[in-house]
């Protein structure tokens, strides 16, 4: 995949740990995944995205 690798993969990680902070992660991560589920979604003709606004 992209010849990255995990020594690659931890190196980006605590790169973004420092860049963003711990409690950062979470959120990033999730917007992440809904990222990559609704761009499976949009490659295989589905029209239905998952759009939710922020909750506070």
Same mark, same amino acid.
């Given at each position: 995949?992209?010849?990255?690798?995990? %020594? =690659? &993969?931890?190196?980006? $990680?605590?790169?973004?740990?420092?860049? /963003?902070?711990?409690?950062?992660? %979470? =959120? &990033?991560?999730?917007? $992440?995944?809904?990222?990559?589920?609704? /761009?499976?979604?949009?490659?295989?003709?589905?029209?239905?995205?998952?759009?939710?606004?922020?909750?506070?």
């Amino acid at each position: 995949m992209f010849g990255i690798g995990i %020594p =690659e &993969l931890s190196i980006i $990680l605590v790169i973004v740990t420092l860049i /963003f902070g711990v409690g950062w992660l %979470p =959120e &990033l991560g999730n917007a $992440l995944g809904k990222t990559i589920n609704n /761009f499976r979604k949009a490659s295989e003709g589905k029209d239905e995205i998952e759009i939710k606004p922020k909750e506070s």
